[in-house]
C-alpha cells in the first residue's frame, strides 16, 4: 500500500523568499516520488523526479527536492520565489512494484509581491 | 511528439445519459493512467494500463464506469448513465515504466 500526504493545503510566500512545500510519504517498497505543478485549468507538469541515485534531485524552474528516507519525506523547495511560481503543487508516489502511481491532495502556493 | 491528447476538452451532459472520454497516449508509452479531480477529492486515480491490460481498477467508482485499451494508441473511459457527482476533471496520463506520467490536458465534465 502507498498514500501521500502534503501538509498545508495552502502556503502563502513574499516574493524572493523561501519556498518549502512538504510532503511525506508511505510505502510497502522503495518508492519513486515526483512533484507536479498544475496552473489553472491546465493538465500536471512534472517538475522534477526521484528514482535511486542522489537524494538531492533538481528540477525545472530553480525547484529542488530531497529524498530522506528516514524520514519518509521529499519536501519541494525553491531558494527564491517569483510571481510566476503561485500554482498548485502535487506531490505522487510511484510503487515501483507495479508502477500504481497516487497524488497527495495538493498545497497551493500564493506569491505576495 | 504531441503529447497526451484527451477529447473532448469540454462535455456537457444530462444526467441519465453516456459519456465516452476517449484518450491517446504519447507513441511508445506502456502506462497509461486515468484519474479523476475534484475539489473534494483531490486527484484520484480511478485505473492504470500496462501493455493494454488493466492492472488495477480498485480506484473506480462504481459499476457504472467502464474502461478499454483496445490497443497501444487509445484508450476510452465510459459512464453510463452519468450523475451530477461525476462532475470533474478527467486526466489521462501515459509513462514509460518507472517515469512520472505525463497529463493530458483534460476533459472537464458536466452532468445536469
Known amino acids: 500500500a502507498q498514500s501521500v500526504t502534503q501538509l498545508g493545503s495552502h502556503v502563502s510566500v513574499s516574493e524572493g523568499a523561501l519556498v518549502l512545500l512538504r510532503c511525506n510519504y508511505s510505502?510497502?517498497?522503495?518508492?519513486?516520488l515526483f512533484w507536479y505543478v498544475q496552473y489553472p485549468n491546465q493538465g500536471l507538469q512534472l517538475l522534477l523526479k526521484y528514482t535511486t541515485g542522489a537524494t538531492l534531485v533538481k528540477g525545472i524552474n530553480g525547484f529542488e527536492a530531497e529524498f530522506k528516507k528516514s524520514e519518509t519525506s521529499f519536501h519541494l523547495t525553491k531558494p527564491s520565489a517569483h510571481m510566476s511560481d503561485a500554482a498548485e503543487y502535487f506531490c505522487a508516489v510511484m510503487n515501483t512494484g507495479g508502477f500504481k502511481t497516487i497524488f497527495g491532495a495538493g498545497t497551493r502556493l500564493f506569491v505576495k509581491a | 511528439d504531441a503529447g497526451v491528447i484527451q477529447s473532448p476538452r469540454h462535455e456537457v451532459t444530462e444526467m441519465g445519459q453516456e459519456v465516452t472520454l476517449r484518450c491517446k497516449p504519447i507513441s511508445g508509452h506502456d502506462y497509461l493512467f486515468w484519474y479523476r479531480q475534484t475539489m473534494m477529492r483531490g486527484l484520484e486515480l480511478l485505473i492504470y494500463?500496462?501493455?493494454?491490460?488493466?492492472?488495477?481498477d480498485s480506484g473506480m467508482p462504481e459499476d457504472r464506469f467502464s474502461a478499454k485499451m483496445p490497443n497501444a494508441s487509445f484508450s476510452t473511459l465510459k459512464i453510463q448513465p452519468s450523475e451530477p457527482r461525476d462532475s470533474a476533471v478527467y486526466f489521462c496520463a501515459s509513462s514509460f515504466p518507472g517515469t512520472g506520467p505525463i497529463f493530458g490536458p483534460g476533459t472537464r465534465l458536466t452532468v445536469t
Open positions: 494500463f500496462n501493455n493494454n491490460v488493466p492492472i488495477d
Open positions: 510505502s510497502s517498497v522503495p518508492p519513486y
